[in-house]
């Protein structure tokens, strides 16, 4: 069983940055990532890492956003530069070990002037 826990969603300023933390307990993570959802649309892929250090983004967030990882402390980070309005949605953190894939409880991202 792996848990979750999330931190640092807000507001900001267009053109501001913010710092998304997931802190996982459990063993066997391979790959830790971040998901979005704004309101009334899907849950959208924002980036990924393997335990090895491969990345993924989303096309839109490429150049913007970094993910990152420590893998001693089982934490992914993302890393939010120049955000902008259509970056507004509920931030999910997600884990996928060899079985199973669990969610964070969500932190809410709000790029407004």
């Known amino acids: 069983q792996v848990q979750l826990v999330e931190s640092g969603g807000g507001l900001v300023h267009p053109g501001g940055s913010l710092r998304l933390s997931c802190a996982a307990s459990?063993?066997?993570?391979?790959?830790m990532g971040w998901y979005r959802q704004a309101p009334g649309k899907q849950r959208d892929l924002v980036a990924t890492?393997?335990?090895?250090?491969?990345?993924d983004y989303l096309d839109s967030v490429k150049g913007r956003f970094t993910i990152s990882r420590d893998n001693a402390k089982n934490t992914v980070y993302l890393q939010m530069n120049s955000l902008n309005p259509e970056d507004t949605a509920v931030y999910y953190c997600?884990?996928?070990?060899?079985?199973?894939?669990?969610w964070g409880q969500g932190t809410q991202v709000t790029v407004s002037s």
């Open positions: 997600n884990a996928r070990t060899f079985a199973f894939s669990y």
């Open positions: 890492i393997t335990h090895a250090g491969s990345t």
């Open positions: 459990g063993w066997g993570i391979e790959t």
